[in-house]
Every structure is written in structure tokens, then in C-alpha cells.
């Protein structure tokens, strides 16, 4: 497994848009998106199972960001729209600790890491 590597962070001003991504995914593990934002504790924000026809998103991003993924890219998506302030964070993909299961919410369900995209949202 090469590590996971995102990209797409940047500066944006409230109500844009950014698409992070997520590459190289592996085609039967579910993936998910956290954020840390300074002091604060990593929260999750969307996952999706390995078919990419599970999704599961947290209540604070809801109707703004949309996960999807590319087995044949081996590439996992967050669009994220309408961005708030409050958005801002580093933003993290990670491959679920086991194969073909559910998008789960829990940090603990995954373990394997990429080092994270710094998404900055000034209002």
C-alpha cells in the first residue's frame, strides 16, 4: 500500500467551493474524510463504503459536501460547497482497517493515514 496522499486544500473565501483528493485508494476498503481544526479534536466528515454506493456524512457538512471515488482512479473525492469559516481545517483521508465494510463514523475503524490538506476558509 503507497501512502495516501491528498490534495486540493487551499484559500477560500465562505460560500466557495474546493474538491479534495484522495489517492491511492484501495478498491475494497471503505474511506473516509476527517478534519482537525487548531486546539480542537479530529472530526469526521464523510465516508464512503467501498462500492461507493454507501455514503455517510457528518450532520455539520450535510447537503454541502458529497463523497464519491474512482475505483478504476483508485482516487476518493470530497466536493465540498458552499464552505463556511467554520470549515477550516486540515483535512485527512484514511483507508478502513478492513475490507469491504460499512462507512463508519469512528476514527478507530481506520487506520491508515495520509498526512492531511490545510483547507482555509476566510469570511
Known amino acids: 500500500q503507497a501512502q495516501l496522499l491528498e490534495s486540493g486544500g487551499g484559500l477560500v473565501q465562505a460560500g466557495g467551493s474546493l474538491r479534495l483528493t484522495c489517492a491511492p485508494s484501495?478498491?475494497?476498503?471503505?474511506m473516509v474524510w476527517f478534519r482537525q481544526a487548531p486546539e480542537k479534536e479530529r472530526e469526521f466528515v464523510a465516508a464512503?463504503?467501498?462500492?461507493?454506493?454507501?455514503?455517510n456524512y457528518a450532520d455539520s457538512v450535510e447537503g454541502r459536501f458529497f463523497i464519491s471515488r474512482d475505483n478504476a482512479k483508485k482516487t476518493v473525492y470530497l466536493q465540498m460547497n458552499n464552505l463556511h469559516p467554520e470549515d477550516t481545517a486540515i483535512y485527512s483521508c484514511?483507508?478502513?482497517?478492513?475490507?469491504?465494510?460499512?462507512?463508519?463514523?469512528?476514527?478507530?475503524?481506520?487506520?491508515?493515514w495520509g498526512q492531511g490538506t490545510q483547507v482555509t476558509v476566510s469570511s
Open positions: 484501495e478498491s475494497t476498503y471503505a
Open positions: 484514511a483507508r478502513q482497517e478492513t475490507r469491504f465494510g460499512s462507512p463508519y463514523k469512528g476514527v478507530s475503524a481506520y487506520d491508515y
Open positions: 464512503v463504503d467501498w462500492t461507493g454506493r454507501v455514503k
